[in-house]
């Protein structure tokens, strides 16, 4: 049994969801399919989901937000009527997002999550419906029927342990199940979204829940590519990643997946193979718990990205201070703010953490308890801050790599301002002006991949 995801350009309109449909049913092992909302169908368009969120926002204001709902109920109705669907099925999509704003709230973030989670939840109605009429056993299944349950984080939740048993009666389903991705529900009944981009995580916890023989993730590129395609112009395909370095290449700006998305098939080893909608026969990137192969070459990708900010702090003797990391970190707590990386020296240690979660009051109450309570020599805060991550298995116990990277940016005057390596060494981070990431990855990528281009743009 295989569980597909299909992304928001699979879903922009009623040709990619006849391509999506003819992916489902061309593999009878293709028996759960996650959707989510419908996407860009060109570069300057909207995805439903910014649509549904610009509605809730005005509905909250008190503006005129009649004229964007109506603007939704057409995206659907357009792809509806392509489709040659019954009227019905468009009556039931405006009555399901008109009751969704009538229907009382009692705070901003849960009417937002019901909003937002509209996109897919009526995405997955279309498909169902669609898959049916071209003669195919189909049920759209909400998360609410087989107890997908979220933590009460609006738009920001996690899976709760017991969904991935109550999942399990998905199994018990005969035909094609069609599940909307992105949300789920609170044990007290909300509908709560993850972070943006979390269909991929509904695809997961759904391969995991069932433990299925590989995650298909399908979305509108062949492959997961060793450098963003943006900076490097045709730049190297991948064909096998680990988890590990997939996760490490998310994290620093890889968008192809959502960086919370290998967590549950993680735990099980089920590999997850990217793929493209518009390209099915292309065997795409396979992501595994091991790799056998590609090893000649160090690196696997080389990731690039912006908007951190590292806390320098001094202490003369700040070695012997036991306690003094922990004293700092509990300070960053008690503000909400998670750190991202923590390089040291002997009197000095910086602390990075992500620019979006410091407003200019966090950033005096933290500058004041470091130097109050830690009685410190000084502490800064330097913004512009980029990371540029090398990643690949293939760095372990390699000789040189650091060096010929260092060597790469030296050679196009890019300084860098902190190198950090895990003891894993699948990767190693390179502190650099935001203003010199596209450069380093270019320098980085001429050096291990000698042919890369420079993109125009
Ligand atoms: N539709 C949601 C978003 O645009 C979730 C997803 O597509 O995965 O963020």
Not at 250 to 258: D, N, W
Request: net charge negative.
């Amino acid at each position: 049994m295989k569980v597909c995801k299909f992304g928001g350009t699979s879903m922009a309109n009623a040709e990619q969801i006849r391509k999506v449909c003819q992916i489902v049913t061309s593999d009878p092992e293709r028996k759960v399919v996650v959707v989510s909302a419908p996407g860009k169908r060109f570069d300057k368009d909207t995805k439903i989901t910014d649509m549904l969120i610009d509605c809730a926002e005005k509905y909250l204001k008190n503006k005129d937000y009649e004229s964007i709902l109506s603007s939704i109920v057409l995206r659907y109705s357009e792809i509806a009527r392509d489709l040659n669907l019954d009227d019905e099925v468009m009556r039931d999509i405006e009555s399901n997002l008109r009751t969704r704003v009538q229907m009382g709230y009692d705070s901003d973030a849960k009417f937002l999550d019901r909003m937002k989670a509209a996109g897919e939840d009526n995405a997955a109605r279309l498909v169902a419906q669609y898959l049916r009429k071209i003669g195919h056993r189909t049920h759209y299944v909400n998360p609410k029927d087989v107890g997908l349950f979220l933590s009460d984080e609006f738009g920001n939740a996690r899976v709760l342990p017991q969904s991935f048993k109550n999942l399990t009666k998905l199994k018990e389903m005969d035909g094609i199940v069609v599940f909307p991705g992105f949300f789920g529900y609170s044990l007290s009944g909300d509908v709560v979204t993850f972070s943006r981009g979390g269909s991929d995580i509904t695809g997961s916890i759904l391969s995991a829940a069932l433990e299925v023989q590989v995650y298909e993730n399908f979305t509108d590129v062949d492959s997961v590519f060793v450098a963003n395609p943006r900076i490097i112009k045709n730049p190297a395909a991948i064909s096998e990643l680990t988890y590990r370095e997939m996760r490490e290449l998310s994290y620093a700006g890889f968008t192809v997946l959502h960086e919370e998305t290998l967590e549950p098939v993680f735990q099980r080893g089920i590999p997850v193979n990217i793929r493209n909608t518009n390209n099915p026969d292309a065997p795409g990137t396979l992501i595994t718990p091991v790799r056998s192969q590609g090893f000649d070459i160090p690196l696997s990708g080389i990731a690039g990205d912006k908007g951190f900010c590292s806390i320098n702090i001094n202490k003369y003797m700040m070695n012997r201070e036991i306690g003094f990391g922990r004293k700092v970190l509990q300070i960053l707590e008690e503000e909400f703010v998670p750190f991202e990386h923590m390089p040291s020296g002997i009197d000095d240690i910086s602390i990075i953490v992500r620019t979006q979660h410091l407003d200019s009051d966090k950033k005096s109450r933290i500058m004041e308890r470091i130097s109050k309570e830690l009685r410190v020599d000084s502490v800064s805060f330097e913004y512009d801050l980029a990371l540029v991550m090398v990643v690949g298995e293939g760095m372990k116990h390699r000789i040189g790599v650091t060096t010929r990277v260092s060597k790469a940016l030296a050679e196009k005057s890019i300084n860098i301002r902190m190198i950090n390596q895990g003891s894993s060494e699948v990767s190693i981070m390179f502190g650099v002006n935001e203003a010199d990431v596209d450069r380093a990855v270019i320098a980085i990528y001429e050096e291990f991949f000698a042919d890369g281009n420079e993109c125009e743009n």
